[in-house]
């Protein structure tokens, strides 16, 4: 019975073999002429696909100055051309996988007919799919149908119609291509396991070597691993990948290219694979390290966000992107950041982030964590992007105090040297909600009224403080008592936008994305949507004592916008592009634009010049490092002490710190004024002036005065200086 069977698997594998012949090289008519038709233009268009869809690439992400700090890839591949090939890997590879390679013409007729006869009779089966035709199912499968299971299975199915298009191709690729053409392409196309692909990038993986250099013995692994490269994996079954590895020793003493007694002491070597696991650079951001994985993150977010590209366009492009990263002072904001808050302190995280002002770009050159960029969480390390994401950490405090004043500015409420109120209790008579007891005075007369009180003793300043006094030392009743001029908080919560919160105002209130389809109102609007339009709603009146969930790198960029005249320009990590040709990509970036007056943003500048100085909230942490420059600056600290911002900035650099809860615990932040205090506790005590503030000024002291002159701050305009003017 068992003969029969082999009788007539050989007569089917004789029909196809006349089959084959017949597609490829007569034509036909009738019916089957249209299917010839047909196959013909699969061919083409599978030829046209090889010749049109590049393999995938690593992409390269570099510092400010091209040197690389990641790799982002799906394929590791490192391409080579026909010339970085040695001997010993061509023949390594052509004695074991086609041993007629440099005779035949991409189908080897002889090697199908052993194989059917082999198949056949009982035998071991034998593949009979020269080099020419593998390296045309390989590219179908790890290049033209990679995210494609159904072009893949077809690519892979053992079939007439397959292996008909396949020797096809291969016969049209002989055409085309020179030997050396095809060996090359096949061995940039093959995979080696472990998302290692092409000779070039298993040399350095397995070897650390380059393809030129391999000795014979490395060659011989290589070439015995595209067979089955997980089966003969050497971490794993060394003892498979070394009998592998002398079959093909072996072959190539039967193809005349090795001698009997160099293959036997070949055999004889241990494997030499780089100990442990491949020598390849991890396949995302997790390479650009502890310190730089973050701005890398932000790299690849941006670029899939507001660039225009796609995961896969990234990960397999061969793109190299300059980043606009500044190592020297990343690396000074994450000194800064970790030197505040530990990185294994439980439950607080402590970020810094740095923009360059311009009115054309702003460059963001530094994002910091007092956390390190990876995935072990003992190790006090995350993947959230905790300097750039919109997160629910409590809020900015009074940061959002700047967006009232620059609202009161543009709407004629009041300048910088106007007179504000600063009474301990506050009754808003336009906002409702919120305690239904003031603080020291009582319930309010209408008990719906909004009623809010300050985080300390101001009577030193409520005689003759103005806007620019209080900007400086943050009492919250001036500022609420400023909404209600304005008449609501939607004029605060568009100047929050226009100077930068672009994404913040974006996100729904639990800082999460906005989803038209969810249930509650909070996750189907906006911040500014429900915010605004409902501005005279309970509680709303807070807005400018910065509740809401926030992006510390927008933050930080709304101090940009103030020193670039009021211009703003989204914050980039991208200094620019270049395809694996070399040749500029472009990226798609929002256009700068003028988001208030030049005057104003001047004008504003100016009101928030006194953070730093004597009874500002921020001049304990600008005394220790004896800071000596004129800066704009604004503290913020949030109800319950469970998070606290500083922003600021000087003509050369703004930014922004935040210090909040991250991941659970129980009460607020505490920080007892040292470097290194701080953690959570029941009752916190932390304020925009600590930790954020020393982490600011740490960071900005040894970064500026390396490089960059004492520069002034611009003029205000006598348009939005108010009353009291000098």
Same mark, same amino acid.
């Given at each position: 019975?068992?003969?029969?069977?082999?009788?007539?698997?050989?007569?089917?594998?004789?029909?196809?073999?006349?089959?084959?012949?017949?597609? =490829?090289?007569?034509?036909?008519?009738?019916?089957?002429?249209?299917?010839?038709?047909?196959?013909?233009? /699969?061919?083409?268009?599978?030829?046209?696909?090889?010749?049109?869809?590049?393999?995938?690439?690593?992409? /390269?992400?570099? *510092?400010?100055?091209?040197?690389?700090?990641?790799?982002? $890839?799906?394929? +590791?591949?490192?391409?080579?051309?026909?010339?970085?090939?040695?001997?010993?890997?061509?023949?390594?590879?052509?004695?074991?996988?086609?041993?007629?390679?440099?005779?035949?013409?991409?189908?080897?007729?002889?090697?199908?007919?052993?194989?059917?006869?082999? @198949?056949?009779?009982?035998?071991?089966?034998?593949?009979?799919?020269?080099?020419?035709?593998?390296?045309?199912?390989? $590219?179908?499968?790890?290049?033209?149908?990679?995210?494609?299971?159904?072009?893949?299975?077809?690519?892979?199915?053992?079939?007439?119609?397959?292996?008909?298009?396949?020797?096809?191709?291969?016969?049209?690729?002989?055409?085309?291509?020179?030997?050396?053409?095809?060996?090359?392409? !096949?061995?940039?196309?093959?995979?080696?396991?472990?998302?290692?692909?092409?000779?070039?990038?298993?040399?350095?993986?397995?070897?650390?070597?380059?393809?030129?250099?391999?000795?014979?013995?490395?060659?011989?692994?290589?070439?015995?691993?595209?067979?089955?490269?997980?089966?003969?994996?050497?971490?794993?079954?060394?003892?498979?990948?070394?009998?592998?590895?002398?079959?093909?020793?072996?072959?190539?003493?039967?193809?005349?290219?090795?001698?009997?007694?160099?293959?036997?002491?070949?055999?004889?070597?241990?494997?030499?694979?780089?100990?442990?696991?491949?020598?390849?650079?991890?396949?995302?951001?997790?390479?650009?390290?502890?310190?730089? %994985?973050?701005?890398?993150? !932000?790299?690849?977010?941006?670029?899939?966000?507001?660039?225009?590209?796609?995961?896969?366009?990234? +990960?397999?492009?061969?793109?190299?992107?300059?980043?606009?990263?500044?190592?020297?002072?990343?690396?000074?904001?994450?000194?800064?950041?970790?030197?505040?808050?530990?990185?294994?302190?439980?439950?607080?995280?402590?970020?810094?982030?740095?923009?360059?002002?311009?009115?054309?770009?702003?460059?963001?050159?530094?994002?910091?964590?007092?956390?390190? $960029?990876?995935?072990?969480?003992?190790?006090?390390?995350?993947?959230?992007?905790?300097?750039?994401?919109?997160?629910?950490?409590?809020?900015?405090?009074?940061?959002?105090?700047?967006?009232?004043?620059?609202?009161?500015?543009?709407?004629?409420?009041?300048?910088?040297?106007?007179?504000?109120?600063?009474?301990?209790?506050?009754?808003?008579?336009?906002?409702?909600?919120?305690?239904?007891?003031?603080?020291?005075?009582?319930?309010?007369?209408?008990?719906?009224?909004?009623?809010?009180?300050?985080?300390?003793?101001?009577?030193?300043?409520?005689?003759?403080?103005?806007?620019?006094?209080?900007?400086?030392?943050?009492?919250? /009743?001036?500022?609420?008592?400023?909404?209600?001029?304005?008449?609501?908080?939607?004029?605060?919560?568009?100047?929050?936008?226009?100077?930068?919160?672009? *994404?913040?105002?974006?996100?729904?209130?639990?800082?999460?994305?906005?989803?038209?389809?969810?249930?509650?109102?909070?996750?189907?609007?906006?911040?500014?949507?429900?915010?605004?339009?409902?501005?005279?709603?309970?509680?709303?009146?807070?807005?400018?004592?910065?509740?809401?969930?926030?992006?510390?790198?927008?933050? %930080?960029?709304?101090?940009?916008?103030?020193?670039?005249?009021?211009?703003?320009?989204?914050?980039?990590?991208?200094?620019?592009?270049?395809?694996?040709?070399?040749?500029?990509?472009?990226?798609?970036?929002?256009?700068?634009?003028?988001?208030?007056?030049?005057?104003?943003?001047?004008?504003?500048?100016?009101?928030?010049?006194?953070?730093?100085?004597?009874?500002?909230?921020?001049?304990?942490?600008?005394?220790?490092?004896?800071?000596?420059?004129?800066?704009?600056?604004?503290?913020?600290?949030?109800?319950?002490?469970?998070?606290?911002?500083?922003?600021?900035?000087?003509?050369?650099?703004?930014?922004?710190? =935040?210090?909040?809860?991250?991941?659970?615990?129980?009460?607020?932040?505490?920080?007892? @004024?040292?470097?290194?205090?701080?953690?959570?506790?029941?009752?916190?005590?932390?304020?925009?002036?600590?930790?954020?503030?020393?982490?600011?000024?740490?960071? =900005?002291?040894?970064?500026?005065?390396?490089?960059?002159?004492?520069?002034?701050?611009?003029?205000?305009?006598?348009? $939005?200086?108010?009353?009291?003017?000098?």
């Amino acid at each position: 019975m068992r003969k029969a069977d082999g009788l007539f698997k050989l007569i089917g594998l004789c029909l196809l073999a006349g089959v084959l012949v017949a597609g =490829m090289l007569f034509p036909v008519v009738g019916a089957a002429g249209v299917m010839s038709n047909q196959a013909s233009e /699969t061919v083409e268009k599978t030829s046209s696909d090889l010749a049109d869809i590049p393999p995938p690439l690593v992409t /390269t992400v570099t *510092d400010s100055t091209g040197k690389p700090i990641a790799t982002l $890839y799906d394929q +590791y591949r490192l391409p080579i051309n026909e010339n970085q090939i040695n001997e010993a890997m061509k023949w390594a590879l052509v004695s074991v996988e086609d041993k007629r390679f440099y005779d035949h013409h991409g189908v080897d007729w002889q090697g199908t007919l052993r194989a059917a006869v082999s @198949n056949s009779t009982g035998a071991d089966t034998q593949g009979a799919s020269t080099l020419t035709q593998q390296y045309v199912k390989n $590219y179908l499968i790890n290049v033209v149908y990679r995210n494609d299971e159904v072009g893949q299975k077809k690519a892979q199915e053992q079939s007439i119609a397959r292996k008909l298009k396949e020797a096809r191709i291969a016969i049209q690729l002989e055409t085309k291509l020179t030997k050396q053409q095809i060996l090359a392409g !096949y061995l940039n196309i093959v995979e080696f396991s472990r998302q290692i692909y092409g000779v070039g990038a298993a040399a350095h993986a397995y070897f650390n070597t380059t393809p030129e250099k391999l000795t014979v013995p490395q060659a011989a692994l290589l070439a015995g691993l595209v067979n089955n490269p997980i089966n003969n994996d050497p971490w794993k079954h060394a003892d498979k990948a070394t009998a592998r590895r002398n079959l093909v020793l072996d072959r190539m003493v039967e193809n005349k290219k090795l001698a009997k007694a160099d293959a036997d002491r070949f055999k004889a070597e241990p494997l030499g694979v780089v100990p442990d696991f491949p020598a390849k650079p991890p396949a995302n951001c997790i390479g650009a390290g502890p310190e730089s %994985g973050f701005f890398c993150q !932000y790299v690849e977010d941006y670029l899939l966000k507001a660039g225009g590209m796609t995961k896969d366009q990234l +990960y397999t492009g061969g793109y190299t992107i300059k980043s606009t990263l500044d190592e020297r002072a990343n690396h000074e904001a994450k000194v800064s950041a970790e030197t505040q808050v530990g990185k294994t302190q439980k439950y607080v995280a402590n970020t810094l982030s740095l923009i360059r002002p311009g009115k054309d770009r702003h460059e963001v050159v530094a994002l910091a964590a007092n956390r390190d $960029y990876g995935q072990d969480q003992e190790a006090g390390q995350t993947t959230y992007a905790l300097p750039t994401g919109v997160y629910n950490t409590g809020g900015a405090g009074s940061t959002y105090k700047i967006f009232t004043s620059a609202a009161a500015l543009e709407k004629g409420v009041a300048g910088i040297y106007s007179p504000v109120q600063v009474p301990d209790t506050y009754v808003s008579h336009v906002f409702t909600g919120g305690a239904k007891t003031c603080p020291k005075t009582g319930p309010p007369a209408n008990s719906n009224w909004y009623c809010v009180g300050n985080a300390g003793d101001y009577s030193r300043i409520a005689q003759g403080a103005n806007l620019q006094t209080a900007l400086a030392t943050s009492p919250n /009743t001036a500022f609420v008592e400023l909404e209600d001029r304005l008449g609501s908080t939607a004029p605060g919560i568009d100047m929050a936008r226009r100077l930068g919160m672009r *994404d913040t105002m974006a996100s729904n209130i639990g800082g999460g994305t906005v989803d038209p389809k969810a249930e509650s109102e909070a996750k189907r609007l906006s911040q500014a949507e429900y915010y605004g339009p409902r501005g005279n709603n309970p509680g709303f009146g807070a807005f400018t004592l910065g509740f809401s969930p926030l992006s510390g790198l927008e933050l %930080g960029n709304v101090a940009a916008t103030i020193l670039s005249g009021g211009v703003w320009c989204p914050p980039t990590p991208i200094a620019g592009v270049t395809d694996r040709n070399g040749k500029p990509v472009p990226v798609k970036e929002a256009p700068c634009e003028q988001a208030v007056p030049e005057g104003l943003a001047n004008t504003l500048a100016v009101g928030m010049s006194k953070d730093d100085q004597t009874g500002g909230t921020s001049a304990g942490a600008a005394s220790a490092v004896k800071w000596d420059r004129p800066i704009i600056g604004k503290t913020g600290t949030t109800q319950g002490n469970v998070s606290a911002t500083f922003v600021g900035g000087t003509p050369q650099l703004a930014g922004a710190a =935040m210090t909040f809860k991250f991941g659970g615990g129980q009460g607020g932040i505490c920080d007892g @004024n040292a470097p290194g205090t701080v953690r959570v506790c029941p009752t916190g005590n932390i304020f925009g002036g600590k930790a954020p503030a020393r982490t600011w000024f740490g960071a =900005m002291k040894n970064i500026l005065d390396a490089s960059q002159p004492v520069l002034p701050l611009p003029q205000p305009d006598p348009r $939005y200086m108010g009353g009291g003017a000098r």
